[in-house]
């Protein structure tokens, strides 16, 4: 008689298990697209806290010091609490066969918990148990990030920490994030490319004429509006002022009547981006246009009441009801709108993101009527490279541009190959539909969940 085959255990730690952030989307669709592969397999999810379960078939479990903390600890204070981190994630993790430890290098974010990760694959983890190291963000991307990190470790403990013996492998969500960790001394061969899956199922409704009616009733978009969405967190780096900016220069140069709708949330426990939408919307006040913050994460599927009717819209159906998306982004970890937008048939406008981009166009994606610069000043000053900071310097740039006729003037003259490019992309509804058609199957094949899964199973060689 044959002995049952052992089930499998995987376990997935975030600092935050159900958050809304980029990290947790990542989660719900890898672990909903395995579990859907893989019936059997054994999934946990281990964070600092179980904000709300991701996936109903899992197991939860949680290690508080791994929330992050803006108290100020000295360096034996963040050696003692690494330490801590290291032995309860051993505990905590003792019978799984594979760990995945997402975002290991943020740095300053979390610093005792990039050191305690380190010294949990050094000394305190089973040998049987495999460990992959996850890397959407990294810290030396971001002063914000890397400054403490600097001055309490030297070049060498630095290299020594990311560059870890015991782990296995490490995942990348973008080859740029490769060609870093190769710098810091890890073996390419310990390097995977492992893209973050997307859900098509959440663009798969079409709305009704009575449902889209009532969505723009609720988020006061106006009824003859065309919605040019902005699928973003208001926070600084989403450059939203810029995309205000480009929706003003789009309606006037196209008679259109378009409505910049903004669908992410304003988060009143970070002070920084609540004074960012304060200040957009003194800016917004004076216009003659609609700019729409919705201030809230709409949900990934539709939710209903007890009597059937529609509680709340869906991220995916505002998608459905936009004319475009548009996205003017500083700096992503991963840029879902510029892969979802495909998968809800629209066309993205707006800013180039070199990291994002150009490892989407690895993948034969096609995004050559985005733009590199958008110009402010005769001195072709790049509106991105204005630093926001304490005095939102942005803001007040674009607030001066608009109260002065000339300046708007001059500006489209600067911008204008930009400009009409964006535009030929937006009217000629031929070429547009030919777009989406190539982009739309290049992310099927790509980045459509069960195709990251199916990679992902044979990288940790999961059967």
Known sequence: MKTPAKCQKICFCHYGIGWRDGVNVVLRNLTGGLKKRC???DIF???GEIKEKILEEAHYKTIPELLPTKKKITKSQLKEQSVIIAKKLARQTKEIDTLIIENP????YHLSAMLGYWLYAKDYKPQSTKLFFRVHDYFRDSKKYSNKVKKIFSPKEIKKIINNEKVDGFFVINHSLKEKLIKEGISPKKIF???N???????ARALTRKEEKLLRKRLLIPIEAKILLYPARVVPRKNIEEAILLTYFLRKMTGENYALVISGKVDRHDPEGAEYYQRLKKLTEKLDFPVIFTKGLLPTEREYDYTGRIKQFSIGDLYKSSQAIITTSQKEGFGYPFLE???????VVGRWLRDVISDFEQSGLNFNWLYHRFFVDEQKTDLAEIENGKNFKRIEKVKNIFNNKKTLEKLFELNKISLIKTIKVLQDKKSQKEIIKKNLERVRKVYEISKVTEQFLKLVRIK
């Open 197 to 203: 899956p997307i859900d098509k199922t959440l663009f």
């Open 105 to 108: 290098f943020m740095g300053d």
């Open 341 to 347: 937008c495909w998968l809800a048939r629209k066309i």
């Open 39 to 41: 019936p059997s397999l």
């Open 45 to 47: 999810l281990l964070g």
């Open 193 to 195: 490319y492992l893209p």
